[in-house]
């Protein structure tokens, strides 16, 4: 059976994402050990500096999605089961830096599809509870963990279907933001799978830095940043980190 990491990376106007891509790849190879598969454009791709062996799909991206006012080429998630050529997939956002081994192991389970529905706010302030944010639970689609079987590709077919009426859905679940979300489809979709009986999750909380925290320095071992007047530092714990400026550090 295959196992591999799949990776989406665009830039855009405002961002230089191939630069966080960098970054993440190197540590994807350090701590995962895994084959790695990214789907980006050409016109990406020819920013990006030799990474070793990766495997790389090319699409481009749906346009039209914004976040706070600026340009967010972040969904065509929806398309991980048919773009990843491995058995058991682990799909992650560029910008959650793996500074442990610890997702890898969830590759190695019998569960179909994982997604966690907790994240922790590195700050202390619980910024992230979502439970104001939707009448059903929401999913942190950051990292995602399934096989290719039928169960999973309806999952997928689900959420494609949801993107297609996406503001039905979001009225019906009486979701806050209308924006075009990946943690929002998952969710729904899921929900819509599953009914109320649940779903199974990953055992985790996604550590994550709020975007108002500028990250000040980087290493292969974790990462530090500020907020405020105050500098803090996090090692060998993986982290989300929201705010993209990270791309100039």
Known sequence: MTKGVLLFCFDTADTKYHSILERCV??????????????TNFKTFKKMK????????FIEPESGNT????????????????????DSTLVMDIDYFCFTDNLAQFLDTD???LVPDTAYDL???????????????????TVLVFKKNHKVRKIF??????????????????????????????????QQINGFTGYN??????????????????????????????????EDQDVHVLNKEMANV
């Open 67 to 86: 976040k706070l006012g600026k340009e967010w080429n972040n969904v065509d998630r929806h398309m991980a089961y048919e773009l990843s050529p491995y």
């Open 157 to 190: 077919e689900t959420v494609k279907y949801i993107k297609q009426y996406y503001s039905y859905f979001t009225d019906m679940y009486r979701v806050y933001s209308k924006n075009l979300r990946n943690d929002y489809l998952f969710a729904m979709a899921l």
């Open 201 to 234: 999750k990953l055992p985790l909380a996604l550590p994550t830095l709020p975007p108002d925290c500028e990250v000040v320095k980087i290493t292969d071992n974790g990462l530090a940043w500020k907020y405020r007047d105050q500098i803090s530092y996090v």
């Open 26 to 39: 190197r540590l994807v190879k350090k701590n995962l050990k895994l084959p790695i598969t990214v789907v």
């Open 111 to 113: 569960y179909d599809f």
């Open 123 to 141: 700050t202390g302030r619980n910024t992230f509870d979502q439970r104001r944010w939707s009448m059903i639970p929401m999913v942190w689609a």
């Open 50 to 57: 030799p990474m070793g062996f990766i495997n790389y799909k």
